[in-house]
């Protein structure tokens, strides 16, 4: 099974940018589909952004449209990227990589087979 390891988190003030990174530990050929979720304090995880194997299709959640790109390096596939600009206080979560078994606007916990350890955001003043 895939191993996934998120970095690049830290503390950061509202309006700054951040890029996280999520390296998978098997090589491909296969390409996983990869989603972004994060679990605010005190509150549940939540879907943050997914792309597809192939990079065409990528979706977001709604509290991150127009701040937050994913994207998947053009040579190891299975590594994959967050870039989040403008951000907020409200953006103060751990952050997690995961795979997903399928692509779908919303991808729900149940749908991931593997987690990374997280990386933790935060966002203040």
């Known amino acids: 099974q895939i191993q996934l390891v998120e970095s690049g988190g830290a503390l950061v003030q509202p309006g700054d940018s951040l890029r996280l990174s999520c390296v998978g530990s098997v090589p491909s050929p296969p390409t996983y589909t990869m989603a972004w979720f994060r679990q605010p304090p005190g509150k549940d995880r939540e879907f943050v952004a997914v792309i597809s194997r192939s990079s065409s299709l990528i979706h977001y959640g709604d509290s991150v449209k127009g701040r937050f790109t994913i994207s998947r390096d053009n040579v190891e596939k299975n590594t994959v990227f967050l870039q989040m600009n403008n951000l907020r206080p409200e953006d103060t979560a751990i952050y997690y990589c995961?795979?997903?078994?399928?692509?779908?606007?919303?991808?729900?916990?149940?749908?991931?087979?593997?987690w990374g350890q997280g990386t933790q955001v935060t966002v203040s003043s």
């Open positions: 995961a795979t997903v078994e399928r692509l779908s606007a919303s991808p729900q916990l149940a749908d991931v087979t593997a």
